[in-house]
């Protein structure tokens, strides 16, 4: 079971994802709140596993929110969920410790697909969200990792398999991967050889 809590300013949206839950057993939607303060409260009661969180808020920004929740309730996962498809908005919510992004307009079978991959540890991406991070600004600027995909990077750059990754940092082979394959995507690149040698002209890896 995957305890779901929303927020959003928008009760009519709130209401929507309601509707698309109602009735999976699985994903149980324990709480939401149209403010971020209000959901910090909240979340204390409602222990969330998986927090659906939208960008625009009236008091603190999506970005802000996921910060604060990630510093004081370190095992809740966030989803961003927002009408928002622009680069910078998605990446800073990655920097910001977010394990995905989707948008609005998803229908009930991805969200919930979305929700799983998130709340076991993995990065969810809708396709139009990954499309932003991969197409949109220049080529040669440089991605915003978050300090996990950074260490990752290094290692990878250090030829360590997938596994030699997952056990020095005490985290599983397949969230290793989940890694790996945003960093290709963030980087815009095909394969390793490519990811490092981005890596270090752009003084993410030390030679």
Same mark, same amino acid.
């Given at each position: 079971?995957?305890?779901?809590?929303?927020?959003?300013?928008?009760?009519?949206?709130?209401? %929507?994802?309601?509707?698309?839950?109602?009735? !999976? !057993?699985?994903?149980?939607?324990?709480?939401?709140?149209?403010?971020?303060?209000?959901?910090? !409260?909240?979340?204390?009661?409602? +222990?969330?596993?998986?927090? +659906?969180?939208?960008?625009?808020?009236?008091?603190?920004? %999506?970005?802000?929110?996921?910060? #604060?929740?990630?510093?004081?309730?370190?095992?809740?996962?966030?989803?961003?969920?927002?009408?928002?498809? =622009? #680069? $910078?908005?998605?990446?800073?919510?990655?920097?910001? %410790?977010?394990?995905?992004?989707?948008?609005?307009?998803?229908?009930?079978? =991805?969200?919930?697909?979305?929700?799983?991959?998130?709340?076991?540890? #993995?990065?969810?991406? $809708?396709?139009?969200?990954?499309?932003?991070?991969?197409?949109? %600004?220049?080529? $040669?600027?440089?991605?915003?990792?978050?300090?996990?995909?950074? =260490?990752? +990077?290094?290692?990878?750059?250090?030829?360590?398999?997938?596994?030699?990754?997952?056990?020095?940092?005490?985290?599983?082979?397949?969230?290793?991967? $989940?890694?790996?394959?945003?960093?290709?995507?963030?980087?815009?690149?095909?394969?390793?050889?490519?990811?490092?040698?981005?890596?270090?002209?752009?003084?993410?890896?030390? +030679?």
């Amino acid at each position: 079971m995957i305890k779901v809590f929303i927020v959003d300013d928008h009760p009519m949206v709130v209401a %929507g994802i309601k509707g698309l839950l109602q009735g !999976e !057993e699985n994903y149980p939607v324990v709480g939401s709140a149209n403010f971020a303060l209000e959901a910090l !409260e909240m979340f204390r009661q409602a +222990l969330p596993d998986v927090v +659906l969180l939208d960008i625009n808020l009236p008091d603190l920004n %999506g970005i802000e929110l996921c910060e #604060r929740i990630k510093k004081e309730f370190p095992a809740v996962k966030v989803l961003g969920i927002s009408t928002f498809k =622009e #680069r $910078s908005y998605i990446t800073r919510l990655m920097e910001k %410790g977010a394990s995905g992004y989707v948008l609005k307009n998803v229908d009930k079978e =991805e969200l919930i697909e979305a929700i799983r991959q998130v709340a076991g540890g #993995r990065m969810y991406f $809708s396709m139009e969200a990954a499309t932003a991070i991969t197409t949109q %600004g220049s080529l $040669s600027q440089v991605p915003i990792l978050t300090s996990r995909e950074k =260490e990752i +990077l290094v290692l990878i750059s250090e030829g360590l398999t997938n596994k030699e990754i997952a056990d020095q940092l005490y985290i599983s082979p397949l969230t290793v991967d $989940s890694h790996r394959k945003n960093l290709l995507a963030k980087f815009t690149v095909k394969n390793t050889a490519a990811l490092v040698k981005l890596g270090i002209e752009h003084g993410l890896i030390a +030679l």
